[in-house]
């Protein structure tokens, strides 16, 4: 054991300065995420005149604008640079998310929802970007692996402080929490990230062309339609998250709506499996690495998909909704920073703000979707016809995954031959 932590130790030293500001914000921007979105439903339906069905479709709004923004978020961050994108992007997103306090009118919200979906699928493809920049290739499993467990650390921590904010009446101190996270990060961002991506970003001034909206999106159209392998992870990533983005919207509010502690035992169940996630992770980092990619794919997505099918038994014991959670959790351990070293293997150098954001096109697509298919099959049918739904999806994204990865060297091919038609 102490071995294995001296290994642990030595691999930190090895990270550069930015590249620990870039765990820190991770961890940060993860406990203000994780406190205050997974109660957002709860909050608006408490405080505002909303339908459940409204609720959902304001929930999944967010997604929606970062998924039709993501035709052109890969771009900017690729000839702006991640550096800037990351930096502007916290700090849209700490003015407009107090919007969800102030108003209380349906299209004000929009309005918020629209402009914070928009601004974490800058934040999402440039973090990532700067992570792919920053870090030698061999070495990106074990640092996507820290980045992974940073995100996490702060989603243990940040349910529980919703909770407790909850609990005493005061979520509006979470908003503002939240606003005062970003903001600092968005500060210090020129400070701790800067010379290690100044030459690729003198690169990308050199490259810079006037090209309009319309230009950006149709190519961006063009590659994904080329890029068949690159559509397919698209499609996988919709899949897998459309399991999580029942978490936040459908699941709380059946949950609030049949035993009355939605926040409760949502907060519960995230805090098991990112304290999970906190125990496992810096062990599941190098043991994974042992196995081949297509072996994790597999058993990581199966356990992930497996976890719902505890949650049909809640209704005998609400111990079945934190033993899925587990099980849900192991998989996750294994599957998210595989999916991430794989887009990186896939993309080239010089366009991996593009690869992100089009592959989280599809996670943003399944935030949308998620949460009002989700609120539409509990007001009409059963939470049974969700949870079914919920482990059929997330079955068939590993599949889609497990065929990505096997057609990764003809996705090499095809990229060799479009370098020419994508730089015109």
Known sequence: MNVFLIKIKNELKQ???????ILISRFSVSFAKFMVFPFLAVYLNHHTELSIVQIGFLIGLSPLASTIFGLVGGLIVDKIGPRYIFMTSLFVNAIFLPGYVLFNN???????????????????????????YTTTEERLPIVFSYSYWAFNLGGSIGPLTGVLLASL????VTFIIFSLILIILSSLTPVFIRKQVSTLEETQEKRKR???????ITRNISFIRMHKVLLFLTLSYFFIFFIESQFESSLVQHIELTEG?????????????????????PFAGHVINKFSKNTGLLVGGSLYSSGPILFLFA????????????ILTLGELVIGPKIQTLIVELSDENKRGTYFSIVGIGGNLAYFLGPITGSFLISNSSITLLLSTMVFVGFFGTFLLVGVSKHKESHTRITENMEHTYSR
Do not use: H, K
Request: hydrophobic residues 50%; contains cysteine.
């Open 169 to 172: 009446d005061i979520e509006i």
């Open 15 to 21: 990270l550069s300065r930015s590249m620990l500001f």
């Open 315 to 326: 209704s005998l014991s609400p111990w079945f909704w934190y033993a899925g959670m587990v």
């Open 106 to 132: 349906f299209y004000m919200l929009c309005l918020v929802a629209i402009v914070s979906g928009i601004s974490w699928n800058l934040y999402n493809t440039s973090s990532q970007t700067l992570i792919s």
């Open 261 to 281: 502690n939605g926040i409760e035992t949502i907060g519960i169940m995230m805090t098991i499996g990112t304290v999970l996630v906190l125990t496992l992770q």
């Open 210 to 216: 006037q090209t309009s909206i319309t230009a950006m």
